[in-house]
């Protein structure tokens, strides 16, 4: 901390921490925080538009402080995905995922309780927890980032967690988590298990919301930010069951989504498909990766994201900054618990992943 925040009567344990920080660097390729590259398009910006502007015309008035149209229509497109009936009292939604598990720490986490995470991962969870006053307690996933059944079962029977975060696919090892944990670490506890699924659009694997019905204190997160190339939206959203739904309504803010919020996030969810027909494309870049990568003789981390960790490297630092100097931005995550000598990297449109790959050649 810098002395004047120091001599702040700041809580004592938000001294010393540092907060999110990605390098926002517009004139670089930016394949750092795992956006989707592709743009929206221009029919599609004049639909968000013309909504936009309707919303715009009841400006004085709160909005739906409940955003029921919203929460239909993102529980008819769970619905869609996962082929599991949900009903608008099972899906919450609010400016980001990162709000929406926000508020679970709030009414879940807090003064006294744990919040549990299998590290390397979103490095989020514990910022979150920290900024609720909840305790954070890490257990190290194996050395292939992988994660068993009886390991999470283990730790959770071991620090009794309020909370209990599990990523799939994981940021930032690209690495998926089977059903068969999730339902084990939910039998296990009496917490709540978090299933964070931000880049479940990228995956092949099935989604844990197909075990809502079996799991009362299950919840799954996800968000707009990521396939539907919504990130500047701020637009994310969790299905559980209507008592944990019920509990989220305690903590929020009111009226937390605005209005033009709702109506762009309604938008793009009537043009999902358009909006989703670039997950091919993105795979493809990223299967590219995973195929190129190891011609220069490094590494990459099997992945079901659209992002990839490569490596490892002896010096990360000197040659993230390499690959910025070339004009490519990437991730350096190698000061993270178990992720020594590795970056990064997101796919972009193939234009930039072959920027990416050329200047990779040429650094390494
Ligand atoms: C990007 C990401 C999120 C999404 O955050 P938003 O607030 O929805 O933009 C959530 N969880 C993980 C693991 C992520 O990588």
């Not at 639909?47 to 402080?65: E, K």
């Not at 089977?178 to 339902?183: C, F, W």
């Not at 989604?207 to 994310?236: E, H, N, W, Y």
């Not at 990297?345 to 990779?360: Q, Y």
Request: one cysteine or more; a negative charge.
């Amino acid at each position: 901390m810098n002395a004047a925040l120091e001599a702040l009567p700041v809580r004592d344990d938000l001294r010393g921490k540092q907060p999110y920080g990605a390098p926002q660097l517009p004139d670089a390729i930016q394949l750092n925080v795992n956006e989707n590259p592709h743009a929206p398009s221009a029919s599609f910006v004049a639909d968000l538009a013309a909504a936009v502007g309707q919303a715009a015309t009841t400006l004085n008035r709160y909005p739906d402080r409940e955003a029921v149209a919203l929460r239909t229509d993102l529980a008819g497109y769970l619905s869609g995905r996962t082929g599991v009936a949900l009903g608008v009292e099972q899906v919450w939604a609010a400016n980001g995922s990162n709000e929406v598990l926000q508020q679970v720490c709030q009414a879940f986490g807090g003064p006294g309780r744990l919040a549990l995470g299998f590290e390397p991962s979103y490095s989020m969870h514990p910022l979150l927890a920290a900024g609720t006053s909840t305790g954070w307690v890490a257990e190290r996933r194996a050395a292939d980032f992988t994660l068993t059944a009886d390991q999470a079962v283990a730790a959770v029977t071991r620090h009794r967690p309020a909370i209990t975060f599990l990523t799939t696919p994981n940021n930032p090892t690209g690495t998926v988590i089977g059903l068969d944990v999730v339902q084990a670490v939910h039998d296990a506890t009496d917490g709540v298990v978090l299933v964070d699924e931000a880049y479940a659009e990228f995956a092949s694997t099935p989604s844990a919301v197909t075990l809502l019905d079996r799991c009362p204190r299950l919840i799954v997160s996800r968000t707009m930010s990521k396939a539907f190339a919504m990130a500047g939206a701020r637009v994310g959203y969790l299905a559980a069951s209507p008592a944990v739904v019920d509990a989220l309504r305690l903590v929020r803010l009111p009226y937390h989504l605005s209005a033009l919020t709702q109506a762009a996030a309604r938008v793009a969810l009537a043009h999902a498909d358009e909006l989703l027909g670039t997950v091919e494309q993105v795979k493809a870049q990223r299967d590219r990766m995973v195929r190129e990568i190891p011609a220069s003789g490094l590494r990459v981390v099997p992945t079901e994201s659209n992002f990839l960790l490569f490596g490892p490297f002896d010096a990360p630092a000197q040659v993230w900054q390499a690959l910025l100097d070339h004009g490519v931005l990437v991730r350096d995550v190698s000061g993270g618990p178990g992720l020594a000598g590795w970056l990064r990297v997101n796919a972009g449109t193939e234009a930039e992943t072959t920027a990416f790959l050329d200047a990779l050649k040429d650094v390494t």
